[in-house]
């Protein structure tokens, strides 16, 4: 029995579906100031936590004023003033501050505190990617590749993803090993795929760990080896990728005992190296 990909009915639109643009604001700092929202703590607690986000955020900013004013766009953008936070971010953004570019490029891709604007929300992820952010590239690259505010352009698009993938982001990654797999902006080129699908799951992944499984499944780009194949579908299996589940069953049915049992030690080996997401 054939082991079948994620990718097996409509390789990219799926490949977008586990990696679409990012539509988040810096979303571990956002995380943090939705706790505090929600938590129902004492107000020196609230104080405490306040601080240390500014830290974080100080962290990511040039200076002391810089960061007291990305917080304040940060602050409303957490709260639902869209409007005050896509002002305050145009102006840290117009001043080439990195992440309010990536911010108002969000805001204008969905609407936010302004009207929906793709040709804006390229511009603005441009002018980020331009900087080296790596989600912008990304985001930039999915403008091109699908034809959101920019015409469609399919070196652009391999472009900038690659761009985000070199700086190691697994959902470029990801996208990259579909690309190569399925022959999408660019010549099919099967070891191309598993190098990028590799570098994906590696970092936890689980879409490139179970398109990984099936390369091995199938020896498509790599020698064919149902142990490493047993190995990653596993991974994505017991992280909860539901195509995984079904192809680590059809693939056990293919392994003799002595495959299935150095797949097991295999995979245990897999789960205390690589990270789960």
Known sequence: MAVAPVSINDPFG?????????????????????????????????FQMKRSLFVIVLFFCSSTALAADFYTALTAYSQGDF???????KILAEEGEINSQFAIAIMYDEGQGVSQDHAQAAHWYRKAAEQGHRKAQYNLAFAYDKGEGVEQDSAEAIKWYRKAA???????????????????????DLSEAVKWYRLAAEQGHLDAQNNLGFMYAQGRGVPLDR??????????????????????????????????EEGNKRASEFAEKYPKK
């Not at 979303?27 to 020196?44: D, F, H, K, Q």
């Not at 047993?230 to 992280?239: D, P, T, V």
Request: contains cysteine.
């Open 83 to 89: 409007r005050t936070a896509f002002d305050e971010f």
């Open 227 to 260: 142990v490493q194949a047993y190995a990653w579908l596993n991974m994505a299996a017991e992280g909860g990728n539901e195509a995984a589940k079904t192809n680590r069953v059809l693939i056990k049915d293919e392994m003799t005992p002595d495959e299935l």
């Open 14 to 46: 799926l490949a977008l579906q586990s990696g679409k643009r990012f539509s988040t604001i810096v979303a571990c700092v956002l995380n943090l100031i939705t706790e505090i929202g929600r938590s129902r703590i004492c107000r020196g607690a609230i």
């Open 166 to 188: 070199d700086q190691g982001l697994p959902e470029a990654q990801f996208t990259l090993g579909v690309q190569y797999d399925e022959g999408i902006n660019t010549t099919p």
